[in-house]
């Protein structure tokens, strides 16, 4: 097999996309997974700056081979695009090091990029210290985005849980259609241990406050998965969401009873009017540890992104919406990706085929929904 991975690496040199690798090294990890090592291997040495092929390789990678993933890529990470994520899994005492490297670098970038790594440990002390550093770097954009970022309102509160379980579709539910190489053989797409079966889609008994329509059922969380251990219904309009207003909050007095928090006198006519999607059941399975941090941009279409609970893979910034009614930050619940299909048999995209993000406050019982894409 490394002798197809260096086979595939060499015609991808001479001939680009159209010596087909993805095609050629998804069929070879098909049949032997280890073949993900070999290619991240040969992506080193080539790819120093990194790439989409590298990345493939990254993405299938499992943990047992990091330490030697780490220690052959020490210096060429340290000036790749991907640095900042192995701050993650530092140890604690690298913390200082980041400290002393904002104070002493001698320009804006190092230090900004120190900074970025010490949010990036999602450590309590960690965060506050890059929180009373933020001034000596003066970077771009404002302390409280930074934190969002790595999910945090303040060093000792969490926006996200680590509880996380990816949504398992049925056979056939997804369409198949589509690139070779965007086939779902990522171990994200595998069950491995099932916690709860959730029915999906369809339509929801509550009406919109906008546009006076049926509420489309997202995912109805049994109460083993549901906030505060209680059965609950995410429900949205998915003619207005993100057309006619954003985010959109809705209140759940009960397990089916989905109340939205924002009205009309006049009922407005949606622009782009979208039919629930498709009913299925699927089974929420606990996500291994090395599948647990994902990236949209990494995943490329590859990787199972409906994910319940974790952190949030988003696709512009962070944002974090604050409740309605109590104006507390919302934590993240779950997150959907698009290309799921519809009652009306199309495919469905949030926006431009982004992902949907679905927030909740414990205090109010309220959820808030909205959808990012490029
Ligand atoms: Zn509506
Ligand atoms: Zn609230």
């Known amino acids: 097999m490394t002798v197809e991975v260096d086979r595939i690496a060499a015609d991808f040199a001479a001939k680009n996309w159209s010596s087909d690798p993805f095609g050629r090294f998804l069929a070879a990890y098909e049949s032997d997974v280890t073949v993900a090592w070999h290619l991240v291997s040969v992506g080193l040495e080539r790819y120093t700056e990194g790439g989409t092929l590298f990345d493939l390789g990254l993405g299938l990678l499992p943990f047992v081979e990091f330490e030697e993933t780490v220690s052959v890529a020490l210096e060429t990470l340290t000036t790749g695009k991907h640095h900042n994520f192995a701050e993650r899994r530092g140890a604690p005492d690298k913390e200082t090091d980041w400290l002393n490297a904002i104070i002493s670098m001698s320009t804006t970038s190092q230090s900004l990029k120190a900074l970025l790594c010490l949010f990036e ?172 941090w994902q990236d949209w941009a990494l995943s490329n279409s590859r990787e199972n992104l409906h994910r319940v609970r974790g952190h949030p893979t988003w696709i512009q910034s962070a944002e974090y919406p604050s409740c309605p009614i109590c104006k507390a930050t919302m934590k993240f619940l779950l997150q959907l990706d698009s290309e799921l299909p519809q009652t009306d048999g199309e495919d469905w995209l949030w926006g431009s085929g982004g992902i949907l993000y679905v927030f909740w406050c414990s205090r109010c019982r309220v959820s808030g929904i909205f959808w990012q894409c490029t």
């Open 121 to 292: 440990t999602r450590r309590p002390r960690a965060l506050e210290t890059a929180v009373s550093r933020v001034q000596h770097v003066v970077p771009p954009h404002p302390t409280l985005s930074y934190l969002h970022q790595v999910g945090f309102s303040n060093p000792n509160e969490q926006l996200y849980s680590e509880d996380i379980m990816h949504c398992i579709f049925p056979a056939g539910y997804l369409s198949e259609d589509g690139p070779v190489w965007v086939r779902r053989v990522h171990p994200s797409w595998t069950t491995f241990s099932t916690v709860a079966v959730a029915p999906f889609g369809g339509e929801a008994s509550g009406t919109c406050g906008l546009c006076r329509g049926a509420l489309a059922r997202l995912l109805r969380l049994p109460p083993v998965v549901g906030p505060e251990g209680v059965e609950t219904t995410i429900a949205v309009c998915m003619s207005c969401l993100g057309w006619e207003l954003s985010p959109l909050f809705y209140h759940h007095e009960t397990a089916d009873d989905v109340t939205p928090l924002h009205s009309r006198s006049e009922p407005i006519t949606p622009k782009f009017p979208g039919a629930p999607l498709a009913e299925c059941v699927v089974q929420l399975s606990v996500t291994p540890s090395r599948w647990a």
